[in-house]
DNA sequence: AATGAATGAGTATTCATTCAT
DNA sequence: TATGAATGAATACTCATTCAT
């Protein structure tokens, strides 16, 4: 019974944020009224208030649950156990099913992003959450590419973890682009400039062009 | 007379932008009203609405600026008569450097972009120009890449349209990190970054090894 | 049992009206949440409602607590076997204690008046309770001085009633002048001006008793 | 026309204070609207805020204006330079016209204060002007008592600071009477209180003088 | 063209009260 | 009887926008 108690509480918790959402896609962030979102998630206002502190305490709920979501994706589709092509590979297909994923929810999280960005408090809460989200998986996929060095399969002169860096701002900017202009960042975008990044990674069967400096 | 009348009002609302600028840092754009920004910008609230629309017009114009912004920094670096190689050299540089102008006013530019992006016939404004925007950007650099292609430098088998967004992706994706992480996309992570996409570009000097493709 | 139990109820009135007081004085009436009220009485709000109908009745039962407190200190004062001297010298000293005690808590008083008094149902009541409890007590002080003017020692052209009536207001002015300037209402002020107020209805035919001064 | 403008703006303030007045009067402050203030004054809801910054402000405006009106009067019916027996005489008869004008408005003005003690800094103003305006008229009438009294008129032994606090309190108690029981707290009953006060007051070792009546 | 006083639409939030357990 | 989660009415206040001067 305590239970079931629980339970309800995390049910209509859950609740309130799918109708935030909805609502959310409907009107926008501003548009969006407390009073539509409470009866669409089929609870009264005041309960709205029981579980977030206000209305951008959700909206920001909102967004943090949409990255979650996005790890979710990608935690199912690597084991950490496999062999570290392999792990890779992986992780650069999920990110890609990522993209297809969120980016059609990307407008209004970057909505929320704004409204909720104007205030100090909220603004520190949401910039510290996305450093910590992005440094975790950036550590994540520096280790794969660090592997890949010591196999001797990826160039050693190169940062592992600016790399890294580099991948992960492959996937945000394709998710910005999707927001506005999904034709010019789907998936095959994407998996081609992984390719393409990967090798530029790749260790050269000859010796590398002199004065081959990439840019 | 007439000249100089059309550059007071250049004037004015260039004075107007920047004192939005300013005012939006300091507060985010839902803070931002518009007294402070007339009274910083020494205009009444009425003369604001002589050069923009409304407040969301006001910070929509914002975010096009500094989209154009960043176009002139790497216009005055490119010359179109250039050699390839030396355009995309200069290209990439140059776009390192629009990271490093841009990224402190980022945050500023996605909370108004999020605000402003709530509103149907806004949303359409703005991504209408960002899509052109991006468009135009990603054929001038795909242009680039395939005279890398005819001159056999750069791998002929490469969609160059489609990394040519790749390239677009990183910037805009390093931009995104910078607003909430300045340390982890600094220009030296998007240099290094562009070296590796563009050395997984090159032809390789020795037959490519069996079976790579890449991810 | 019942006996028992209605004390249980008796008690537990008792702490819901002490933690009104105690909450009321340190937020005011208006900031007093019954949440609070009610985990200071270590009762749940809904057992606050089983004693009082709202909020509104708990802070009305909370002034009309405060007259009978000031009704006994009097009461316990005034014996009225007692000769009349001795019963109206006793009830001056009284009510000048009633005014050290309830002094401070003028300001919660007020406050509660006035609040409860902006509804015309509770205006009734709470403006009946006190047209009763006045009007009592002014009888009382009324009788004492009729037997003044029988006994020939109180000038016989006033009228007793109404000048009882001038003793109730001395107390309730000094009470209300306490709420926001204690120094200006000590019990000091107090017994001089009753002092005054009973040499003034001292008959004066005759030269004054030697030693009388007034209270 | 500055002139004008100027007066506009007074002319606007004094309207919403009437009309505060009226509206908290039918419905009590805590009933009442800001909208139908502002609708009563002719203004609109913002402009109400241009002169008060809160409804609580603008209801703390109407007491002290009333306690300004209650001064008023007294002003008008003493002058300075008449001899201190009528100026005494002036000054009691002016404040049991007080009583009169202000009597059927004390409830409001109970209210109100009711409502703006909760806040602290609300408080702090309100109880500052009730004491600055209280020991001020407190100053007034002890230096009517001290030529009294140099006068020998006025018995030498009382404190006249004390006693005028004490016709003060007369009033404010009968004020506070008034509010719930106008019939026990008519003019009739404050002369006759002041009567007996001032005759309490006068110098008994000689024969009274005849046809002293103390007001 | 410029001003800035006036307008008034629009809604998040609170908290007294209820009632299922 | 007691509880405290759930309800929802009710409104002060802001500030973008307008427009008379």
Redesign the pocket.
């Known amino acids: 019974m305590s239970d079931s108690r629980g339970n ?2 995390a049910v ?1 918790r859950a609740r309130i944020l799918q109708a935030a959402l909805r609502v959310g896609e409907l009107r926008g962030v501003d ?5 539509e979102v409470a009866s669409l998630a ?9 579980f977030f502190e ?3 305490d959700l909206f920001l709920a909102t967004i943090i649950e949409s990255y979650q979501e996005g790890l979710r994706i990608v935690d199912i589709a690597v084991d950490p156990d496999s062999p570290w092509q392999q792990r890779l590979r992986g992780r650069l297909a999920a990110l890609t099913r990522v993209l297809e994923s969120l980016g059609p929810r990307m407008s209004l999280h970057f909505q929320a992003w704004g409204v909720v960005a104007g205030e100090p408090g909220f603004q520190e809460r949401l910039y510290g959450f996305l450093r910590d989200f992005h440094s975790a998986r950036g550590l994540e996929i520096a280790e794969d590419i660090r592997e890949g060095q010591r196999a001797g399969e990826f160039r050693a002169d190169v940062d592992a973890g600016r790399l890294a860096e580099g991948i992960i701002a492959l996937l945000s900017g394709f998710l910005y682009r999707a927001t506005f202009d999904p034709d010019a960042a789907t998936s095959g975008h994407l998996q081609e400039a992984f390719s393409t990044f990967v090798r530029g990674l790749a260790s050269d069967p000859a010796p590398p062009a002199p004065g081959d400096d990439g840019a």
């Open positions: 309800f509480g209509k548009g969006a009224r407390m009073e089929q609870v009264s206002k005041g309960t709205l208030y029981r206000s209305k951008h």
